[in-house]
């Protein structure tokens, strides 16, 4: 009891510095914990994404914006390519499943993609995982001229949109009022939440979209992109030398998992760039733990030499200082986990409304355990100069001069 | 109980020269005994019982406590010496501010080996008239009071001896009455031994046994030679 006691009083004592320091603790451990999260479940998530399909053909140009159109539902379509190029992918021999889709229109902001009902009973997001609607509704008809739509479970929320409603397509990939279409869809069903971009989207018939008024009737048949798995990856060399060596009017992006990884790649200096504001912080924390226990270190010198001259051991008084110094880094990492919640709700919020990806902000990660550790014992570390300088005070000259 | 021999102890003054400030040939407390040293400021008392408490370290000499070579031993041992044997009054208290009534004297015990026993605690305090007071700080208190915590942190432990400096120095002539009658009635039940420093004739006066500290203490009579 002699020790909590002794290090209670002492934060008490100084509650301000203690406060102050637990908060830049906290600030340092919950940052460096999002920035990890983020980053980690983010590559994750969109590497997940990726891995229904193994590749992407589309218009010549580049691979990462045909990835992020065809399957993020992100930047604009490099281009179309003719129905006949889906059809010759779709009967290549090593390709398994081809599901062409289109875009180019949207509903107040979200995107409308044309595609083919077999994206929603043939492809499974993961292993064992289909698409599946939620109860009361169910995928759009097959034939174009019933105009029906599934919407993405997001898209539906915000959008308010439930089975039986009706809207009218804006043209364009950003909304415009101006640019209406004539035609009236009717929404069949909402899709169950998948948690990636594909519940951003509301899903049309592919030839509806192709042919809505207003669109060119020369590319009436053309698609956007074509969604590929195939039947084995060496298939996907196969494929990519055919397409991208050898023709020159197509590009062919496989695999779309080195593809996501790419592009994180090029965007790893802004990751780089937080961790380091984040160690720096920890570090700046460390050193205030450092600096407010020394710094107190001398109006306790008396309580210290008393301590000492009622029986305390040096040994004690050093384990009294440091262990105070790791209970602000306790109290500090217990405040980061506040700050991480709250960080990492508000960036899944916006990853997930800007792309559609679902961070798990509650799933345990194990920098959770480890940066808050690892700040504690940082803490201490910061608690031995002031540790020592306590060892070292000399008690007959503190408590009282000679008389 | 206290055997002092030949015990010296040296200061470097400013000028860097060094200044003996005790010198005790030697020094003897029985269990139970309780003698009362004279000594005006500045004379070593407190260095003398600095030396004793194992608080600071001899040039050289003994002292012995209980049969315990305090002189001899690691400067670990001495503190659990002290916390074990010894129960020290300070002429200033000397109470952590930042601690409660009970919680000083519970710290006070927790180095010995009672142990931190805090239902002894209250009963020391209650005893000195403190029960009401357990949970105020030392800067609620009276001088007085204050004074009584110290006392009562000291004994608590049931030490084998207690040393007290000018324990009454900062209070008026009735609280110093009663302090002084309660540190002796403690230290008589505990059969402890008690050696008390003052300047104060009042205080000195009650004691039958007696010492100049100045007749003692041969480099007092070196530097007045």
């Not at chain 2, 949970?135 to 040393?163: C, D, E, I, M, Y």
């Not at chain 2, 002084?180 to 402890?192: D, M």
């Not at chain 2, 420093?197 to 004691?207: C, I, K, Y």
Request: net charge positive; charged share 20%; hydrophobic share 45%.
């Amino acid at each position: 009891m002699t020790l909590p006691l002794i290090i209670y009083r002492s934060l008490r004592q100084h509650a301000l510095s203690t406060v102050v320091t637990a908060g830049s603790i906290a600030l340092a451990c919950g940052l460096l914990m999002s920035v990890w999260t983020v980053k980690t479940q983010s590559q994750a998530a969109f590497a997940s994404t990726g891995s229904a399909f193994d590749a992407v053909l589309g218009a010549r140009g580049s691979k990462l914006q045909l990835v992020l159109n065809a399957i993020f539902h992100l930047e604009a379509s490099p281009g179309n390519l003719a129905y006949s190029d889906y059809l010759f992918i779709k009967r290549h021999p090593a390709v398994k499943t081809a599901i062409p889709i289109a875009v180019g229109d949207n509903l107040r902001g979200y995107r409308l993609v044309g595609t083919l009902p077999e994206l929603f009973t043939d492809v499974e997001l993961a292993p064992g995982k289909k698409i599946t609607v939620q109860p009361g509704g169910r995928f759009f008809s097959a034939d174009p001229a019933a105009k029906e739509a599934v919407a993405g479970s997001f898209a539906a929320e915000k959008l308010g949109l439930k089975p039986g409603d009706t809207f009218h397509p804006f043209h364009g990939l950003t909304f415009d009022e101006k640019n209406q279409h004539a035609e009236t869809y009717t929404v069949a069903g909402v899709l169950a939440p998948t948690n990636t971009p594909m519940d951003r989207v509301i899903w049309i018939p592919l030839r509806g979209l192709q042919t809505m008024s207003g669109h060119d009737p020369r590319a009436a048949t053309d698609v956007s992109a074509v969604l590929v798995q195939l039947r084995a990856p060496t298939a996907g060399f196969m494929l990519d030398l055919m397409y991208n060596k050898q023709g020159n009017r197509l590009t062919f992006a496989y695999p779309v998992g080195t593809i996501i990884a790419e592009l994180f790649s090029k965007i790893s200096w802004f990751d780089r760039v937080l961790e380091l504001v984040a160690y720096l912080v920890a570090l700046v924390a460390a050193g205030s733990v450092l600096a407010s226990i020394y710094n107190s270190m001398s109006a306790r010198q008396r309580d210290l030499a008393i301590l000492r001259a009622l029986g305390a051991r040096r040994r004690t008084i050093f384990g009294a200082v440091v262990s105070e110094a790791a209970v602000i880094g306790v109290l500090g990492a217990l405040a980061g986990y506040v700050i991480y919640f709250v960080l990492l709700g508000v960036v899944a919020g916006i990853i997930r409304t800007q792309t559609g990806v679902v961070l798990e902000v509650w799933r345990w990660q194990p920098v959770l355990g480890l940066c808050p550790l690892g700040m504690v014992a940082l803490c201490a570390l910061g608690g031995v100069v002031p540790a020592f300088k306590a060892y070292r005070t000399p008690v007959a000259q503190t408590l009282s001069p000679v008389s | 109980m206290l055997t002092v021999a030949d015990l010296k102890k040296s200061f470097r003054s400013p000028e860097g020269e060094g200044v003996e400030i005790v010198n005790v040939a030697a020094f003897a407390l029985a269990a139970g005994e309780q003698v009362a040293l004279r000594g005006e400021s500045g004379s070593g008392k407190t260095t003398f019982l600095h030396l004793i408490a194992g608080i600071l370290a001899a040039d050289a000499g003994r002292v012995a406590i209980d049969g315990a070579e305090m002189t001899a031993l690691s400067e670990s041992r001495r503190d659990r010496l002290r916390a074990d044997k010894l129960g020290y009054i300070f002429q200033t208290f000397n109470l952590l501010q930042g601690h409660t009534v009970l919680e000083n004297v519970v710290l006070g015990m927790s180095f010995g080996p009672r142990g931190a026993d805090r239902a002894h605690a209250q009963t020391v305090l209650g005893r000195m008239g403190l029960g009401h007071r357990l949970h105020h700080f030392p800067r609620q208190l009276s001088t007085g009071q204050q004074q009584r915590v110290a006392v009562a942190r000291a004994l608590a432990n049931h030490p084998r001896l207690v040393l007290a400096d000018e324990p009454t120095g900062n209070l008026d002539r009735r609280h110093a009455r009663e302090a002084l009658t309660l540190i002796r009635e403690v230290c008589r039940e505990n059969n402890a031994a008690l050696l008390l420093v003052s300047h104060d004739e009042e205080v000195l006066a009650q004691f039958e046994q007696r010492r100049d500290f100045a007749e003692l203490n041969q480099a007092m009579k070196e530097t007045a030679s």
